[in-house]
């Protein structure tokens, strides 16, 4: 989605603004602008396609001088990606400009209003109109025009606002989008993710809905929507900022899926603590978790292809039933929750609209939620009743690896600690659990050693036009993560089905040599899924297996086996992932695709 970066201070604003919209551009865009106040009047320049033709058209910000600024990066929604659209907008004085991320829903009417009043627009943007109200509200109070702007507009919007009469200071304003505030010695900055100002301070303000902030070169001051002064604390940021970097790979989601194995270390480190785990940050308490009567686990994506593997984790091992869910359809299908259920939702970015707003529907039935967050500070993180996070540190491809693995990491402690807790799960098998998850990581890295010999067999797939996945059980999650993985970098069609489930229709679609790739790693369903290997083969299919070490039996029906190593039943999809992950990458990079953006997605999905 769009980013947003602005900056006030002792230095020259422009080069730090491309800078962070540089770490932004994983969010997906498809234009860019930058508005610098050089002291007399805004200079502004934008760009369609890349951020490199902004920082080309700048010459990387020296050509616009000044120390006060803000920049976007568009995804498009309201009118084409074109210069006129992309942000930042102005009022037609040129003394005001605004970005903005969201959506103005009311954008039309408000519109209708201002042409009546004879405003002229230029663009076919919603963000248009908050240049104008802006104007049309300024009196010569910059926040008292902000406040009255909010109660106007409907929708979610996340806004940095300079004003030419206002050389000293830049508003950031929020409300259902995600934006942050930071400040260092050297200035303060406004930016819609921690990565675009990581570099600069590690001192962060997280926005809360219908706050404004205005920041001065030495001075942060909040302020409701009634501009009453609001007290805030910064949150310290312990991301290390080369985290965020490529650090010499060829593609962040390469980096990302080698850093895999240190996620899971951390997470171990972190969570199992003399042979018991330990979840600091979830205050939820042994008679909290013996109460729990069933979950529900909402998310989107490869969230929510985590949550599905979290099902027959925690339905095995606590015995306590799961419904997973899409966010975007759980709160329409009004779901019959008793008082003692959970919802637990998944979120890397924690900034999911789709999840956020599925979280809000159970708060106001009354119901608890629990967060499963990568992102501290997120607004799922700080609006949860309960809290786990993920120790997977930023993730910058916009497909994500390693924050999914730590998903499946959460899930398997709390599944721990639930089936304790209800004492289904006896010590014995809890210790040997912990036992097999301290392997992880090392099986992790033996199994990205093999990297070239999945990139050899991905390379003959490039040219591919459909792929399919299937498993059964909690190898038809994996399918389902394997799947997405590939066609969201690759473009090419693919499909996870259930196993059992293809020929009931979908096999009509398999032809001579289409790949099926085919997930088995529970011993008592190999004969099951072999005989849907069978089918599909008959029916011209080159298979490829994924199975435990051990099952060479495999080698007489597949084409081409991988094998994982041996572990916990319940953790297979934590080894089974890693050479789908690879493929798709491979076959991506083969194609000569963009993997670490591809194209029409973003990585934060900030609307529903
Ligand atoms: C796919 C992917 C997406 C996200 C989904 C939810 O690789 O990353 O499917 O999983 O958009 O995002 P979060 O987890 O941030 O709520």
């Given at each position: 989605m769009c980013?947003?970066?602005?900056?006030?201070?002792?230095s020259q604003a422009a080069p730090i603004i491309l800078d962070g919209l540089e770490k932004l551009e994983y969010r997906g865009y498809d234009s860019a602008g930058i508005a610098v106040y050089d002291g007399q009047q805004i200079n502004m320049k934008k760009s369609v396609g890349r951020l490199k033709a902004l920082v080309?058209?700048?010459?990387?910000?020296?050509?616009?001088?000044g120390n006060l600024g803000i920049g976007h990066t568009r995804w498009a929604t309201h009118g084409a990606p074109t210069d006129v659209n992309s942000h930042p907008h102005l009022n037609s004085k040129e003394t005001i400009a605004v970005v903005h991320n969201g959506i103005i829903e009311n954008y039309i009417k408000l519109r209708k209003k201002l042409e009546n009043k004879g405003y002229l627009f230029v663009s076919e943007t919603d963000t248009e109109v908050l240049a104008h109200l802006l104007d049309y509200y300024y009196k010569g109070?910059?926040?008292?025009?902000?406040?009255?702007?909010?109660?106007?507009?409907?929708?979610?919007?996340a806004l940095g606002v300079i004003f030419a009469e206002h050389p000293d200071r830049i508003f950031a304003v929020r409300k259902a989008s995600p934006l942050i505030v930071g400040k260092s010695d050297e200035g303060c900055f406004i930016a819609s993710d921690v990565p675009a100002i990581l570099k600069y301070t590690r001192n962060v303000y997280f926005m809360e809905n219908q706050e404004v902030a205005c920041l001065k070169a030495d001075e942060l001051t909040f302020y409701s929507v009634d501009e009453e002064v609001i007290q805030k604390e910064p949150v310290t940021i312990e991301w290390d900022a080369k985290a965020a970097e490529k650090g010499g790979y060829e593609h962040y989601m390469l980096k990302e899926m080698y850093e895999q194995?240190?996620?899971?270390?951390?997470?171990?480190?972190?969570?199992?603590?003399d042979d018991d785990i330990i979840i600091e940050e979830l205050k939820m308490s042994e008679e909290d978790f013996r109460k729990i009567s069933k979950i529900y686990i909402v998310a989107c994506g490869s969230s929510y292809h985590a949550g599905v593997t979290g099902k027959y984790v925690i339905e095995n091992i606590a015995r306590v039933p799961v419904e997973v869910d899409l966010a975007s359809e759980f709160r329409y299908r009004n779901p019959i929750i008793d008082e003692n259920a959970l919802v637990i939702v998944i979120s890397q970015s924690g900034e999911t609209a789709d999840?956020?707003?599925?979280?809000?529907d159970m708060h106001a039935k009354g119901v608890k939620v629990m967060g499963i967050v990568n992102v501290v500070g997120s607004s799922i993180a700080r609006d949860a009743d309960y809290i786990m996070y993920t120790w997977a540190g930023p993730e910058i491809a916009v497909a994500t690896t390693k924050a999914y693995s730590a998903q499946l990491?959460?899930?398997?402690?709390?599944?721990?600690?639930?089936?304790?807790?209800?004492?289904?799960?006896?010590?014995?098998?809890?210790?040997?659990?912990?036992?097999d998850m301290k392997l992880l990581p090392q099986q992790v890295e033996f199994l990205l050693s093999n990297q070239r010999k999945i990139q050899k067999f991905a390379n003959r797939y490039i040219a591919a036009k459909s792929i399919f996945f299937i498993g059964r059980g909690i190898d038809y999650a994996i399918s389902l993560e394997g799947s997405l993985k590939l066609k969201e970098i690759s473009y090419i069609h693919s499909e996870a089905y259930a196993a059992g489930e293809l020929k009931h229709g979908t096999i009509s679609l398999i032809e001579d040599g289409t790949l099926v790739?085919?997930?088995?790693?529970?011993?008592?369903?190999?004969?099951k899924t072999i005989s849907n290997m069978v089918e599909v083969k008959a029916r011209g299919a080159f298979v490829l297996a994924v199975t435990n070490e051990g099952n060479y039996e495999m080698q007489k029906e597949a084409d081409y086996v991988i094998y994982i190593p041996k572990t916990n039943r319940y953790f297979t999809n934590t080894l089974a992932i890693i050479p789908l992950q690879l493929f798709g990458y491979y076959v991506a990079v083969g194609k000569g695709c963009d993997v670490d953006k591809p194209r029409n997605l973003a990585k934060s999905v900030t609307v529903e």
């Open positions: 980013g947003i970066v602005g900056y006030i201070g002792k080309e058209l700048t010459h990387g910000g020296a050509m616009m001088p109070n910059p926040l008292e025009a902000i406040t009255k702007v909010m109660h106007r507009v409907e929708g979610s919007y194995p240190k996620v899971l270390e951390e997470t171990i480190r972190k969570c199992i603590i999840s956020l707003a599925a979280m809000a990491m959460a899930l398997y402690l709390f599944a721990m600690k639930l089936g304790k807790a209800k004492s289904v799960l006896a010590q014995e098998e809890f210790r040997q659990m912990l036992e790739a085919c997930v088995s790693t529970q011993e008592d369903l190999y004969q």
